[in-house]
C-alpha cells in the first residue's frame, strides 16, 4: 500500500497548500483557531443533489470536489491535497465492534488544465475511491515511509481537513432531528477545517 501513496503523493509527498492570510505564517504552529457556521438554503442542496445524480458521485465528491476548486483558486495552486477522516470499517465483521478503527486519507486532486465540473468529479471520484481501497496503511505509516520534511508551522501531507458527518451521526435519539453538534470554536489541529 506505500507503493501506491507514493505513487499518488510523490516520493516526498505533496507540496504544502499556500493559502492567502493576513499575517505571516508562525514559524511554530499556534493552534489558535474561530469558528463560522454557515447553512445552505434548500436551493443550493437540491441543486447539489442533482449534480449528485448526474455525475454518479456521492455528496462527499461533490463537497470535497467543489472544495478543493476554490482552494485551488485561492492558493493559485494546481495540486490541491486535503485530508479527511474515514471510518474504516469496510469489513462485515468490524461493524458492531466497539473501537477506534479511524484512519486518516490524503485526497491529492489535480485540478489543472481548467476541467468542466463532470471532469473534475472524475478526477475526484479516482482519488477517493483509490484512498478507500488503500485505507489499511495508518496515516503515521504514510508520513513516515514517504519521509516528509517535517515543517513546525503546518501539519505534514495536507494543512485542511474536511470531515462529513451522516445525519444519524448528528441526529438526535429521541426525535430523530438534526442537533447542532456544538463546535469548538477556540482550538484546530489544521489552517482549515470543513465540518
Same mark, same amino acid.
Given at each position: 500500500?506505500?507503493?501506491?501513496?507514493?505513487?499518488?503523493?510523490?516520493?516526498?509527498?505533496?507540496?504544502?497548500?499556500?493559502?492567502?492570510?493576513?499575517?505571516?505564517?508562525?514559524?511554530?504552529? &499556534?493552534?489558535?483557531?474561530?469558528?463560522?457556521?454557515?447553512? !445552505?438554503?434548500?436551493?443550493?442542496?437540491?441543486?447539489?443533489?442533482?449534480?449528485?445524480?448526474?455525475?454518479?458521485?456521492?455528496?462527499?465528491?461533490?463537497?470535497?470536489? &467543489?472544495?478543493?476548486?476554490?482552494?485551488?483558486?485561492?492558493?493559485?495552486?494546481?495540486?490541491?491535497?486535503?485530508?479527511?477522516?474515514?471510518? $474504516?470499517?469496510?469489513?462485515?465483521? &468490524?461493524?458492531?465492534?466497539?473501537?477506534?478503527?479511524?484512519?486518516?486519507?490524503?485526497?491529492?486532486?489535480?485540478?489543472?488544465?481548467?476541467? &468542466?465540473?463532470?471532469?473534475?468529479?472524475?478526477?475526484?471520484?479516482?482519488?477517493?475511491?483509490?484512498?478507500?481501497?488503500?485505507?489499511?496503511?495508518?496515516?503515521?505509516?504514510?508520513?513516515?515511509?514517504?519521509?516528509?520534511?517535517?515543517?513546525?508551522?503546518?501539519?505534514?501531507?495536507?494543512?485542511?481537513?474536511?470531515?462529513?458527518?451522516?445525519?444519524?451521526?448528528?441526529?438526535?435519539?429521541?426525535?430523530?432531528?438534526?442537533?447542532?453538534?456544538? !463546535?469548538? $470554536? $477556540?482550538?484546530?489541529?489544521?489552517?482549515?477545517?470543513?465540518?
Amino acid at each position: 500500500q506505500l507503493a501506491y501513496w507514493r505513487g499518488q503523493l510523490g516520493a516526498a509527498g505533496p507540496a504544502p497548500l499556500e493559502l492567502p492570510t493576513d499575517r505571516p505564517r508562525p514559524k511554530l504552529q &499556534t493552534f489558535n483557531a474561530g469558528n463560522v457556521q454557515v447553512w !445552505l438554503d434548500e436551493g443550493t442542496v437540491a441543486e447539489v443533489a442533482t449534480l449528485q445524480r448526474k455525475t454518479g458521485s456521492t455528496l462527499f465528491m461533490v463537497l470535497l470536489g &467543489t472544495f478543493q476548486l476554490l482552494l485551488s483558486r485561492y492558493s493559485r495552486q494546481d495540486e490541491v491535497c486535503v485530508g479527511s477522516p474515514y471510518a $474504516g470499517r469496510d469489513e462485515a465483521g &468490524t461493524q458492531g465492534i466497539v473501537g477506534y478503527f479511524i484512519n486518516t486519507l490524503v485526497l491529492l486532486v489535480d485540478v489543472s488544465g481548467g476541467p &468542466t465540473l463532470g471532469a473534475l468529479l472524475v478526477r475526484v471520484r479516482s482519488a477517493v475511491l483509490g484512498a478507500f481501497e488503500h485505507s489499511d496503511l495508518p496515516f503515521a505509516a504514510i508520513v513516515d515511509g514517504l519521509r516528509v520534511a517535517r515543517d513546525a508551522s503546518r501539519t505534514p501531507m495536507f494543512q485542511v481537513m474536511m470531515a462529513l458527518q451522516d445525519d444519524e451521526d448528528m441526529a438526535d435519539g429521541d426525535t430523530g432531528e438534526v442537533v447542532d453538534v456544538g !463546535l469548538d $470554536g $477556540g482550538t484546530a489541529k489544521f489552517d482549515l477545517e470543513l465540518t
